[in-house]
């Protein structure tokens, strides 16, 4: 008889998930898989829509990284207009994208899963969460709510508001940088650059204490795929694709993030409503690469900024090949925040910034236009078409989150292998199949163009797919 | 001492409603003294508790699984309340209500993609033929409108309510803010 | 010059108040600074009490007089804003978000919409009747205009100014019922109107996103008003 466990809902993720682990007649796992629960159509809905308004409809998919949104949607709106924006405007946009890493990454690290971390992955349930944090170890979580809170205050003071500022506009931003705000996001670059090295520090001390999971949390090859700039360095606003293996080899350099289709297919299965985009040249399956802090790290060649790169060169010597294990991803995350601050004051201290030059007007010059940018998830493909007046006629969109669907599915598999014994249920143990997701900080919300939130049961399921037993956490 | 239980959930939204409940910031830390957050996205908690004092729901309701959700919720909840425009209107999700449920799937999962063309159909919920507000499928309590409201008008929100006031937001938030 | 015009005294929530006999309720409220509230008035064109938001109470009187096409009478004891109104005007409000697509957030006019304003000031959080989501289209035809149906409210300013003003008629009306629509010409796409002079006033008299300059992008329309009562005023002088 085989048995199925149901992880329902998966908590401290952003979206609406379910893992169901499959054991045989031994209850020795032999399969399992993370299934999306939720989709909202945002591929369809906006079709008919006047194409200018897709930035701030898109940014509706997600309110974790609207302003992903915003930037990827409104480049391929800019590829519609077919205009070179203002320089400007392209500056605000890459403060505003360097604002929201730190808040989104924030939020992953210290809001969702510093629990994890700090309290341990068998800790009490009801206690390890944020507000767990508060109380075992208040200057962490004051930290984490600190950073977030400086990446949400810089996209405020650009767009005029927190979540869905509606600033980041087809042909650039709708309004100048004052030399007010610029020194008042300037002054608060100190505190972060100290919250983010401290962060590091406290984080690699704790790298001993989960040798296990490292080797067990999605810890195999796959391919690493996101944006870089022409010269190798990461990139978050603009560059070309370039895909690199497990061994650290650069497989593909310097694609044309536009003829993304030339590379990049999806597939489906029956339990999800996410879609498994792979790597064209090897196929469904065999063409699984991850997106996201992790890949970033593996395939830019430095950051350019003297303390990530720092942080850069110490990470790459944690395995001479690419690093793999999903576990690191909240490492890369945190080299992550610290770059963006950096970069950040570079570009907030270039005098051009305070140009009121910062909208290109015109109309619709192409019927077809792709924006690409790094989401704090990895790599966000927005593509439209228009007819002749500026009304959209077909959308398609590659989510960051939607790239990782083969590799988080690869990784619930291994680390319910090594941790889920069908004969007891553990608490911690049940917890690690979700942290390995958490590390992955799917934004299902984003994935499914859908939302969400996450349960956890267990059912036992028989081979013709009846539900012999339950049991639900909690 | 048992403080009053606070839940949230998030149906067919974006959470950006409850990313504006983190944008309390500081005051996450004071609300953590007042209330216990017994079951939401953020924390660990599976089961919606015997009885929770106040949930905050975000979203429209979208699929069977939100429609069941919401149902269990009211029963198990003092006050219910509609959190941001999805709750509220259905807002963005209600936009697909003029597709059909069929048809969308068919160009999204047939249409788009090179590999296995097949509309998922195991373990996933089956959509609503619309996205409706909460208020239209069950009772709601107080309504705040915004897209996202304010985490100004969240903390207001909460703070009356814990005080046992019916909160007036029309000067913090309104549709579409 | 007419010869003599007569005064008429009545009470409006409570005040004394003269006017002249030819004037209506809205606007001898308006001119002792009481805000009666409206969404198809607008200073400067002919009122038709489309929209009923301005319907007032008179003492000893059933029925509900809508201010901006009823005259001053002698004696009138008048009530703008009781209980009763605003659950009223609330419940016109909440027909008129549930019979379109009003999506404030994604809307070009959000934050610069008389609709939107009006559900605030009035505390309407929600709506109690089921929206009934049709499916309107977007005509993008025109150079530099953009109607969209979607968050029409059928006020019928547009076809107003465009005929009283601008003397053009390119909009009016079809249809019946809750299947009314505002068309160009004979339903024609805007963009293929022949009357239509592109001057734009039926875009700034619009009270919500149904009428919109190309281009705009989400919270970004905002209308001028201004020009319309200044217009009014020197075509009266020149007559």
Not at chain 1, 30 to 43: K, L, P, S
Not at chain 3, 8 to 21: F, M, N, P, Q, S
Not at chain 3, 180 to 200: A, F, H, K, M, Y
Request: neutral net charge; charged residues 25%.
């Amino acid at each position: 008889m085989t048995k199925q466990i149901v992880i329902d809902p998966i908590s401290r993720i952003e979206g609406h998930a379910k893992i169901t682990i499959h054991l045989d007649e031994q209850g020795v796992v032999h399969n399992a898989y993370f299934h999306v629960t939720q989709f909202r159509g945002f591929e369809k809905l906006c079709v008919g829509r006047p194409f200018y308004e897709m930035p701030s409809l898109m940014a509706r998919i997600c309110g974790i990284c609207p302003v992903s949104h915003l930037i990827a949607s409104a480049k391929a709106c800019d590829a519609l207009l077919a205009v070179r924006i203002p320089q400007t405007a392209d500056k605000l946009r890459r403060i505003l994208n360097l604002a929201q890493i730190i808040q989104s990454h924030a939020l992953s690290f210290f809001h969702l899963s510093s629990p994890d971390f700090l309290l341990g992955m068998d800790s009490e349930p009801a206690k390890r969460n944020l507000f767990g944090v508060m109380r075992a170890k208040p200057e962490l979580a004051r930290d984490g709510i600190r950073l977030r809170q400086f990446g949400q205050q810089v996209i405020e003071l650009l767009g005029g508001k927190r979540i869905h500022p509606a600033w980041v506009v087809p042909g650039g931003v709708s309004e100048p940088l004052s030399v007010a705000h610029r020194d008042q996001i300037l002054a608060g670059l100190p505190e972060c650059i100290s919250i983010g090295e401290r962060t590091l520090h406290w984080f690699k001390s704790l790298l001993d204490k989960y040798r296990d999971e490292i080797k067990s949390f999605g810890n195999f090859p796959s391919l690493f795929l996101g944006l870089v700039k022409p010269d190798g360095r990461i990139a978050f606003y603009e560059g070309k694709l370039r895909v690199v293996d497990a061994a650290g080899n650069i497989v593909a350099d310097q694609l044309e993030a536009a003829a993304y289709q030339a590379h990049i297919a999806e597939a489906v299965e029956p339990w999800t409503y996410l879609k498994f985009p792979y790597y064209k040249p090897l196929g469904y399956h065999e063409g699984m690469y991850r997106v996201g802090p992790l890949a970033r790290l593996n395939i830019s060649d430095r950051c350019g900024t003297a303390r990530a790169d720092q942080e850069l060169a110490e990470f790459h010597e944690l395995q001479r090949t690419a690093v793999l294990s999903s576990f690191y991803f909240h490492y890369a995350r945190l080299i992550e925040i610290l770059f963006a601050v950096e970069r950040l004051e570079q570009i907030l201290t270039d005098p051009e910034i305070l140009d009121r030059h910062v909208r290109a007007f015109a109309r619709p010059n192409s019927n077809e236009g792709v924006g690409v940018a790094e989401a704090p998830r990895g790599t966000l493909i927005h593509h439209y078409r228009v007819d002749e007046n500026g009304l959209i006629t077909w959308v398609n969109l590659v989510i960051a989150t939607g790239h990782n669907n083969l590799a988080m599915n690869r990784a619930v598999l291994q680390v319910a292998k090594r941790y889920v014994n069908g004969q007891r249920l553990s608490e911690g143990m049940l917890n690690r199949v979700e942290a390995v997701i958490r590390a992955y900080d799917p934004c299902l919300s984003c994935s499914t163009h859908a939302a969400g939130q996450m349960p956890l049961q267990i059912q036992l399921v028989s081979p013709e797919g009846k539900v012999v037993d339950e049991i639900r956490r909690g | 001492m048992s403080k009053p239980c606070l839940a949230t959930v998030w149906l067919d939204g974006c959470s950006g409603c409850h990313m504006s409940f983190l944008d309390m910031d500081e005051r996450l830390i004071d609300l953590a003294e007042k209330v216990e957050v017994v079951y939401s996205p953020l924390v660990d908690g599976k089961d919606f508790p015997e009885m929770a004092d106040i949930t905050l729901v975000e979203g429209a309701v979208s699929s069977a699984e939100d429609l069941e959700k919401i149902k269990h919720i009211r029963q198990h909840t003092r006050i219910l309340v509609s959190l941001g425009d999805c709750a509220v209107t259905a807002n963005v999700p209600s936009m697909r209500n003029v597709l059909e449920v069929d048809k969308m799937l068919r160009e999204v999962y047939l249409e788009q993609v090179a590999g296995q063309p097949q509309i998922p159909n195991q373990v996933v919920p089956a959509l609503l033929p619309q996205a409706r507000p909460v208020h239209e499928v069950v009772k709601v309590d107080v309504f705040v409108p915004g897209c996202p409201p304010p985490a100004d008008a969240i903390y207001f929100l909460l703070t009356e309510l814990l005080e046992g006031r019916q909160p007036d937001l029309s000067a913090l938030t309104r549709f579409g803010k | 010059m007419s010869t003599t015009v007569r005064i008429k005294t009545l009470k409006i929530d409570g005040h004394d108040i003269g006017a002249r006999e030819d004037e209506t309720i809205m606007a001898v409220a308006r001119q002792n600074g009481i805000v009666i509230p409206a969404l198809c008035h607008v200073e400067g064109l002919a009122a038709v009490g489309a929209c009923r938001m301005c319907l007032v109470e008179m003492k000893n009187s059933p029925r509900l007089l809508p201010a901006c096409i009823t005259r001053v009478e002698e004696g009138m004891d008048l009530t703008t804003n009781s209980e009763r109104l605003i659950k009223y005007r609330r419940r016109i409000l909440e027909l008129l978000f549930s019979e379109r697509n009003h999506v404030c957030a994604v809307c070009v006019s959000n934050g610069h919409c008389e609709l939107q304003n009006m559900a605030q000031s009035l505390g309407m959080t929600h709506v109690n009747v089921p929206y009934l989501y049709p499916r309107l289209p977007v005509d993008a035809s025109h150079d530099r205009f953009v109607v969209d149906h979607n968050r029409c409210i059928l006020c019928t300013r547009c076809v107003r100014v465009c005929d009283e003003i601008e003397g053009a008629h390119t909009w009016d009306l079809m249809g019946r019922g809750i299947g009314v629509r505002v068309i160009t010409d004979l339903n024609q796409p805007w963009g293929e109107s022949e009357s239509c002079t592109g001057c734009g006033k039926c875009v700034n008299v619009c009270p919500t996103g149904a009428l919109v300059e190309k281009g705009k992008s989400v919270a970004e329309m905002m209308k001028q008003r201004q020009f319309l009562p200044y217009l009014t005023l020197m075509r009266e002088e020149q007559r």
